[in-house]
């Protein structure tokens, strides 16, 4: 099933592990700051640092006023992509990527898969370019294939994340990694079992696409699922002026969010199974 539990419930136990290490910091440092250092508080910085922060030249994090505000919206030419970096005088500077006439809300495109949106924005761009199925190899498949690789002398598989595009190749080291826990050195010989892998990984959903469907369907989102989301729709709706007058029943923002990230997703994980099978190599293919 869908990564985007486990990833939130680790990203839980690293945000309560960092309150107590920085309690404990703050009782041997400063406990006159202790008043003030409440969870909710603590909880609150954190969001704030982690949704407002700019990387500017893709290695410093910086507060940028204003630029932190500009909403995401994927541009026609899927290699022009947001960056920003120091200027002459210090101030950090961003290119517009269209012309913007005045009074216009100025966009961004950010240039990242939906995972990476839902996960830390809360939002999906419909028809992504950049999408892709994030893939968490289970340690025990990592270690299998460390132990092949050692009783072969050869460099060890160090890499357990990977995202999988349908219209671009699998990536060789997952390839590797698979085809070595069934004993093989051809990386050919990983699709079979990846494809097996993904189509669990599908199963092991708790709802269907049919039933994500139909919730999609009676919150008058279908339609716009299958059009261009625009960057106005942080909570999965077209427009915020088309959900609040949306007739029918209306999914909470929140549950639309997640009912709209799991279908999308399970219609990738589709098309990624779809990519691999054709990939299988056949008998005729071992002659």
């Given at each position: 099933?869908?990564?985007?539990?486990?990833?939130a419930?680790?990203?839980q136990?690293?945000?309560?592990?960092?309150?107590?290490?920085?309690?404990?910091?703050?009782?041997?440092e400063?406990?006159?700051?202790?008043?003030w250092f409440?969870?909710?508080?603590?909880?609150?910085?954190?969001v704030?640092?982690d949704?407002?922060t700019?990387?500017?030249g893709g290695?410093?994090?910086?507060f940028?006023?204003?630029?932190?505000?500009?909403?995401c919206?994927?541009h026609?030419d899927?290699?022009?992509i947001?960056s920003t970096?120091?200027?002459?005088?210090?101030?950090?500077e961003t290119a517009?990527?269209?012309d913007?006439?005045e009074?216009v809300e100025?966009?961004e495109?950010?240039?990242?898969?939906?995972?990476?949106?839902?996960?830390?924005h809360?939002f999906?761009?419909a028809?992504?370019?950049y999408?892709?199925?994030p893939v968490e190899?289970?340690?025990?498949?990592?270690?299998k294939?460390?132990?092949?690789?050692?009783?072969r002398?050869i460099?060890p598989f160090?890499?357990?994340s990977f995202?999988?595009?349908p219209?671009?190749?699998?990536?060789?080291?997952?390839?590797?990694t698979?085809?070595?826990?069934?004993?093989?050195?051809r990386?050919?010989?990983?699709?079979g079992p990846?494809?097996?892998?993904l189509?669990e990984l599908l199963?092991?959903?708790?709802h269907?696409?049919?039933?994500?469907?139909?919730?999609l369907q009676?919150?008058r989102l279908l339609?716009?699922?299958h059009?261009?989301?625009?960057?106005?729709?942080f909570d999965?709706c077209a427009?915020?002026e088309?959900?609040?007058h949306?007739?029918g029943?209306s999914?909470?923002?929140?549950l639309?969010?997640?009912?709209?990230?799991?279908?999308?997703?399970?219609?990738l994980?589709?098309?990624v199974?779809?990519s691999?099978?054709r990939l299988?190599?056949?008998?005729?293919d071992?002659?």
């Amino acid at each position: 099933g869908t990564s985007a539990l486990g990833h939130a419930l680790a990203e839980q136990a690293r945000e309560h592990e960092e309150f107590r290490s920085l309690r404990q910091f703050l009782e041997a440092e400063d406990s006159a700051a202790l008043q003030w250092f409440t969870f909710k508080n603590y909880r609150w910085a954190r969001v704030v640092r982690d949704s407002r922060t700019i990387w500017i030249g893709g290695r410093d994090r910086h507060f940028v006023p204003l630029l932190d505000m500009v909403n995401c919206r994927h541009h026609d030419d899927p290699a022009r992509i947001h960056s920003t970096h120091f200027g002459r005088n210090g101030a950090a500077e961003t290119a517009a990527l269209w012309d913007f006439a005045e009074g216009v809300e100025v966009f961004e495109n950010y240039g990242q898969p939906n995972h990476l949106y839902y996960k830390f924005h809360g939002f999906l761009i419909a028809r992504n370019t950049y999408d892709c199925f994030p893939v968490e190899l289970p340690p025990s498949t990592v270690s299998k294939a460390n132990v092949w690789a050692q009783r072969r002398g050869i460099r060890p598989f160090d890499r357990s994340s990977f995202c999988l595009d349908p219209s671009k190749p699998i990536s060789d080291e997952l390839l590797r990694t698979v085809a070595a826990v069934a004993d093989s050195a051809r990386p050919a010989d990983g699709y079979g079992p990846l494809a097996s892998f993904l189509e669990e990984l599908l199963q092991g959903y708790s709802h269907n696409s049919t039933a994500d469907r139909e919730l999609l369907q009676e919150s008058r989102l279908l339609d716009a699922f299958h059009g261009n989301l625009s960057a106005s729709s942080f909570d999965g709706c077209a427009s915020q002026e088309g959900c609040a007058h949306s007739q029918g029943p209306s999914l909470p923002p929140g549950l639309r969010a997640a009912v709209w990230y799991r279908y999308s997703e399970k219609r990738l994980l589709r098309r990624v199974i779809d990519s691999v099978r054709r990939l299988v190599p056949t008998a005729r293919d071992e002659l």
